[in-house]
């Protein structure tokens, strides 16, 4: 398994408004809105090519805090992607996001911490 990126995930309750703040106050611009069920997702980008991922969830049972959420870690093959970090002692948090272009998942350690993994079909 290679890792093609690395990068934060910001939760927010207000993803227009918090997407407003990043484009208009620091300057990035929204790449891309990838579809995902019960999540609003924009995939930030500034002109060094850093990207930041904000989220916000509807899905009733969730109660994530507003602020860092986790890295997103892009990988190249997923199920290796899933073994490795589970050999971490992270866990896939609800089920996989699959679509034509991409398989998503988010990953949560004992500690709190998350991983949003994300694999881009070729």
Do not use: W
């Amino acid at each position: 398994m290679t890792v093609t990126d690395f990068y934060p995930i910001f939760y927010a309750k207000d993803i227009e408004t918090e997407t407003k703040r990043f484009t208009e106050d620091f300057g990035f611009a929204v790449k891309h809105r990838p579809k995902i069920e019960y999540l609003d997702y924009v995939v930030l980008e500034n002109k060094n090519k850093r990207r930041i991922d904000l989220v916000c969830s509807h899905f009733p049972a969730d109660s994530f805090e507003e602020g860092y959420l986790g890295m997103r870690v892009n990988i190249d093959d997923y199920d290796e992607g899933v073994s490795y970090f589970e050999a971490q002692g992270y866990a896939i948090f609800g089920t996989a996001h699959e679509t034509e272009s991409s398989i998503t998942a988010l990953m949560t350690k004992g500690d709190g911490s998350y991983l949003v993994i994300f694999h881009h079909k070729k």
